[in-house]
């Protein structure tokens, strides 16, 4: 086993402090406070000739204090600040009023714990997905709407399921839908692709408005969706969003996918747009009188359709209350593809929508559809190819990680591990800055990058693809025989009784 050298693993340790022990190998979750435990440094020590090399850690160790003290000071005099500052009087210009200038280089401590909580709403999308093709409910998620945050640990963020939104798998993309293996299955034609939530009355305190969050499934290791796409841009009006300029064109898959519907399925007889836009109406009419915002996030493809939504919402007019105030509307992406043309990032900006996408540098997906013509070309070769059916454009701000700047992460070009979200989330605690050194910030367990890839370095003992269902979901039944258990039926989550006047009320119900 390789020696762990933690001159090269930044952590942030202010002082040595033996005495502690936390049997974790990442060491401490609080930058303060240095906890060695044996653990930390038993790789290191199998290869070590007893005291001598102990000894010589720990003056590795105080080599590094000392040479960070300053840098520390420095962190530590910026996090007393950026504490004393409030979600609820700065929440406008973290979610992009002013395009997050300022924000990113030196990346701000507040914005990384905003896009670090949103990507692991994002997250959870992928973490309640039944993926398992033996499992009659493949395709669906796998708690109920009111269980969703707590089954998944992150009741903390402090929001509730309002919502879960459907598609129908019989459009060209296999290789994001997942139908299972058996007959009798919860249905042959949908699969869950997201949730609407809402904060709680406390977390709105704190965050100084109602936030209304709408988060994405993607792809989580499998990269050939990307060849499933038809590769062509075509109009955004053509699916019926009202668009006033047909020369406004996205990906002709993200918007087959969004509109797309199988009125013969009762979970897919709309399409996820007319969820989403039905659902959006229902919660700005039923909060107008308060302080509203619309956050939006995904991943992968997942981005894709966030930024699609982000624009539909805001081109229906949905965003605007009852007595005329704009509900802003954002969208914090991660590994997101391009989605549209040069006139689709133009519509949407004039419509004031703010799009932050966290990309890897390594990961190829952010640098498709669009190969050869896209933002890097020439701006006047890209007027000539703007009416070519495969000319794309990035929309928004991005802000670039790179997984070679963690000591944590196999520096090795993984496209698997690149487009990974956990190792996003992981690459965001240890962001600072260009330049800047990579320390984690808030103590976040890069364990987790491991839980569907294997990204982590052999040496940290963190098996790959580590997360799954105990006994694979498999249950032992009263007289001894292992089944896979009932789950609480699906009806409760599928459409609301209201949702054909909504559709009424938006001219979207002469389908129905």
């Not at 064109?249 to 009125?263: A, H, I, M, P, R």
């Not at 591990?417 to 600072?432: F, I, R, S, T």
């Not at 990579?438 to 370095?457: I, M």
Request: charged letters at 25%; glycine letters at 6%.
């Amino acid at each position: 086993m390789a020696a762990i050298s933690l001159s090269s693993t930044v952590l942030p340790f202010p002082k040595l402090n033996l005495s502690a022990h936390k049997a974790h190998p990442f060491g401490s979750s609080n930058p303060s406070k240095l906890t060695l435990s044996i653990s930390t440094v038993a790789p290191r020590v199998l290869h070590s000739k007893a005291t001598d090399s102990f000894t010589s850690i720990i003056a590795e160790l105080e080599k590094e204090r000392a040479q960070n003290q300053n840098e520390r000071k420095t962190d530590s005099n910026s996090t007393t600040h950026e504490n004393e500052r409030r979600l609820s009087d700065t929440w406008r210009e973290l979610h992009g009023q002013d395009d997050w200038v300022g924000l990113l280089d030196p990346m701000d401590s507040l914005l990384r714990s905003e896009l670090i909580r949103y990507g692991e709403m994002a997250q959870a999308c992928y973490d309640a997905f039944d993926f398992d093709p033996f499992s009659k409910y493949c395709g669906s998620c796998r708690f109920t709407r009111r269980d969703f945050f707590e089954s998944l640990g992150i009741a903390h963020h402090g929001y509730h399921v309002s919502r879960y939104i459907y598609a129908t798998s019989n459009i060209n993309l296999p290789n994001f839908f997942k139908k299972s293996r058996w007959p009798k299955v919860w249905s042959k034609n949908a699969n869950w692709i997201g949730y609407v939530a809402v904060s709680d009355d406390e977390t709105t305190a704190r965050l100084g408005r109602r936030d209304i969050s709408i988060a994405w499934r993607g792809t989580v290791t499998r990269l050939e969706w990307i060849v499933d796409l038809m590769d062509f841009l075509k109009p955004v009006s053509s699916n019926r969003i009202p668009c006033p300029d047909p020369t406004v064109k996205v990906e002709s898959g993200f918007l087959d996918l969004y509109t797309d519907k199988d009125e013969a399925c009762r979970f897919c007889q709309y399409s996820a747009r007319e969820q989403i836009l039905t659902e959006m109406k229902r919660l700005v009419e039923k909060y107008s009188d308060e302080e509203l915002s619309i956050t939006i996030t995904g991943h992968s493809l997942g981005s894709a359709l966030a930024i699609l939504s982000a624009y539909d919402i805001t081109e229906t007019g949905l965003n605007v209350t009852s007595d005329g105030r704009g509900v802003p509307v954002s969208v914090l992406s991660f590994a997101g593809p391009r989605v549209g043309n040069v006139r689709f990032k133009e519509r949407l900006e004039s419509l004031g929508i703010k799009v932050l996408r966290v990309v890897n540098v390594h990961d190829v997906v952010p640098k498709s559809p669009g190969l050869f013509f896209n933002e890097h070309v020439a701006p006047m070769v890209m007027k000539l190819a703007e009416g070519l059916p495969w000319s794309y454009t990035h929309v928004g701000v991005q802000l670039e990680l790179d997984h070679k700047k963690s000591p944590f992460l196999k520096p090795a070009n993984d496209p698997v591990g690149a487009h990974n979200l956990e190792a996003h989330l992981h690459l965001l605690d240890g962001y600072h800055g260009k330049g800047h050194r990579f320390v984690l910030a808030s103590g976040r367990d890069p364990a987790l990058v491991n839980k569907a890839c294997d990204f982590l370095k052999d040496h940290y003992l963190v098996p790959p693809y580590w997360r799954q269902d105990e006994n694979k979901g498999m249950v032992r039944s009263k007289d001894g025989r292992w089944i896979q258990p009932e789950r609480p039926k699906l009806d409760d989550d599928h459409h609301p009784e209201d949702i054909h006047h909504h559709l009424k009320q938006l001219g979207l119900a002469s389908d129905h």
